[in-house]
């Protein structure tokens, strides 16, 4: 016979201690019920997310290796790269959800996409958008 984890044993040693204790409360009377229930409001829409500048530049740093943001200049000069400094924010994110979501296809950037959270890459775009 197998020997139990620890935290079944524990499980187990628990439940008789459980079902005394709630034999022991008297049940609560039910609560009255409403007539009708106010209909449901409908549900507000999340607040767009705000993008920190500050925060994004710390996150490019692997974007200049190819992208190359200072002076527009990669590290693959035969490589077509497309300029990503002083797009549009919402271009940017939309990018880079894109890439994250299998959209958009490019290993690289679906693998540097995927470990963006929604905040990275607000702080992102705010950032890239900022670069002249």
């Known amino acids: 016979m197998r020997p139990l984890p620890l935290a079944a044993c524990l499980a ?18 039910p609560a ?20 920190n500048p500050d925060t994004g530049r710390t996150l490019t740093y692997t974007c200049l290796g190819c992208h190359g943001i200072e002076g527009y200049k990669n590290a693959y000069p035969s490589f077509k ?3 990503i400094g002083g797009q549009s924010a919402d271009y940017l994110a939309n990018a880079l959800t894109e890439y994250r979501n299998g959209n958009r ?13 929604e905040q990275d890459i607000a702080d992102i775009a705010a950032f890239l958008s900022t670069v002249k």
């Open 12 to 29: 187990l040693a628990a439940l008789p201690l459980a079902a005394l204790t709630a034999q022991q409360e008297t049940p609560a009377a």
């Open 32 to 51: 009255p019920v409403e007539a009708a229930a106010p209909a449901a409001a409908p549900a507000a829409a999340p607040a767009p997310l705000v993008g």
């Open 81 to 83: 790269v497309p300029k």
């Open 105 to 117: 296809k490019h290993p690289t950037m679906q693998a540097q996409a995927q470990s963006f959270s």
